[in-house]
């Protein structure tokens, strides 16, 4: 769980909640899980690289020393698995780096919820203690509320777009999404 400060003051004095209104949809990320799971799959892209360099190795052996009818039916299919595991090889390179990019992301928000609450939440604490300043610790919170929003707002688009460019990534190769997993 990450560690987030006390937005208590700045939730009291703003009317909209404050930031920690906000807290749901940051509370549950890990950027650095994210980029975990990452570099787990970079490294599978970069083994399944290393297999197709062997078996391209391979293929061209076969084909110097293998000749008729059959050896160009396993040739082509050979040349064709060879080329779908390449297909296959960039698409978990293209999602690993999409998963790289919204890791740090989610990462982002959280960063700017700690900046802001840390450096606010005692100034609107501070002026909700006089009846006078009351009036400017709202108005902080609400536009410090209102900034946090906004900021993740503009994070939750990117990873929207992000969660649409991974949804183009097939299985199949058919441009089609491939079946939607829990991992």
Do not use: C
């Amino acid at each position: 769980m990450i560690e987030l400060p006390s937005s208590n003051a700045m939730d009291a004095a703003d009317p909209a909640g404050g930031p920690g209104a906000l807290l749901p949809s940051i509370l549950t990320g890990s950027g650095e899980r994210i980029a975990r799971h990452a570099n787990a799959l970079f490294g599978t892209a970069a083994r399944l690289s290393d297999l197709y360099d062997e078996f391209g190795v391979g293929k061209q052996r076969l084909d110097t020393q293998w000749s008729g009818r059959t050896a160009e039916q396993a040739g082509a299919q050979l040349a064709d698995s060879l080329a779908e595991l390449h297909r296959i090889t960039g698409e978990i390179e293209h999602g690993a780096a999409l998963l790289t990019v919204a890791g740090t992301l989610v990462t982002a928000a959280q960063d700017a919820y700690r900046q802001v609450v840390a450096e606010t939440n005692p100034v609107v604490a501070e002026l909700l203690a006089g009846p006078v300043s009351r009036p400017a610790a709202v108005t902080l919170a609400e536009l410090a509320g209102n900034a946090l929003a906004a900021h993740f707002g503009a994070l939750q688009g990117l990873l929207t777009t992000i969660e649409a460019d991974a949804a183009g990534l097939s299985r199949d190769g058919s441009g089609e999404a491939g079946d939607e997993r829990g991992d």
